[in-house]
């Protein structure tokens, strides 16, 4: 499904992704880990060209979609887009549409479909993320959890074969974010293929096919849920997963 090789990532001399290699299969589930600052964010936009890599390649289905090297049109990378779905830690609504209006805009202006197709189409998952009763309503009047799930039928309303999370529920206060978890987790059972950062463990031990875990632009282990976290092979990668675990036991600086 997707192919990822030997990708890096500079902004001036700061050098974020320092050689990613990995795949995801059709229906699998990944989850990538790590600190702040490890590159996780930028290598998940590096794959629907949000951003440009430096060097390396990314290929979607068999199609090159990022090889630096090589020009690509913008009609050619807007078509593979449409197949990888992204939801930010911000919602990005527009604030003068309602929940209907901001998940009909993109099927009629990148996809083409009529405004009845798109309706129906908006509908239907504004009912799948269960908010049916609030269709009309303006971001303004939902709460955080509530446009977060706007922004994913929004996304789904695409029909991507791929779906991206950046800390889809970082923005969120905590009360907020198990609505938002649940609708993940409902997608994941149906077999949609995701690629997700987090730092909700829990959650991604739950839904994960396979944990990557990142630092410093590496990928520095990665593993079956249940075997990285109980028997973390690399010693950075078992400090980390003490400190989320224990943040008391963190040394303050």
């Known amino acids: 499904m997707i192919e990822v090789k030997q990708l890096h990532k500079s902004f001036g001399s700061n050098e974020i992704l320092k050689g990613i290699d990995f795949e995801v299969k059709k229906g699998e589930k990944i ?44 009609k ?20 003068t549409m309602t929940a209907l209006e901001n998940v ?13 197709e798109a309706r ?10 269960g908010l049916a009763e609030r269709m009309d309503h303006y971001p303004s009047q939902l709460s955080g959890g ?33 609505e938002v978890l649940k609708v993940i987790r409902e997608l994941a ?4 293929t995701m690629v997700l950062v987090t730092h909700e463990m829990k959650f991604a031990e739950e839904v994960g096919d396979r944990i990557i875990f990142m630092d410093n632009g590496f990928i520095v282990e990665e593993g079956h849920p249940k075997e990285f976290f109980r028997n973390p092979k690399n010693e950075r990668t078992k400090a980390f997963i003490s400190q989320v675990e224990h943040p008391e036991n963190m040394v303050a600086h």
Not at 52 to 57: I, Y
Not at 161 to 167: A, G, I, R, S, T
């Open 31 to 74: 989850v990538i880990i790590g600190p702040s600052g490890s590159g996780k964010s930028t290598l998940l936009r590096c794959l629907n060209y949000l951003e440009r890599p430096t060097s390396g390649s990314v290929k979607v289905e068999g199609q090159y979609f990022v090889e630096p090297q090589n020009k690509f049109s913008e």
């Open 76 to 95: 050619h990378v807007a078509s593979l887009r449409t197949e990888i779905g992204m939801v930010f830690q911000r919602f990005n609504l527009f604030p």
């Open 104 to 116: 009909i805009a993109a099927q009629v202006k990148i996809r083409k479909r009529s405004k009845e």
């Open 120 to 129: 129906k189409t908006a509908e239907h998952y504004l009912n799948k993320v």
């Open 146 to 178: 509530q446009q977060q799930r706007v922004a994913i039928a929004r996304a789904l309303a695409m029909e991507p074969k791929v779906m991206l999370f950046d800390e889809a529920t970082s923005a969120l206060d905590p009360e907020l974010v198990g």
């Open 189 to 192: 059972d149906e077999g949609m």
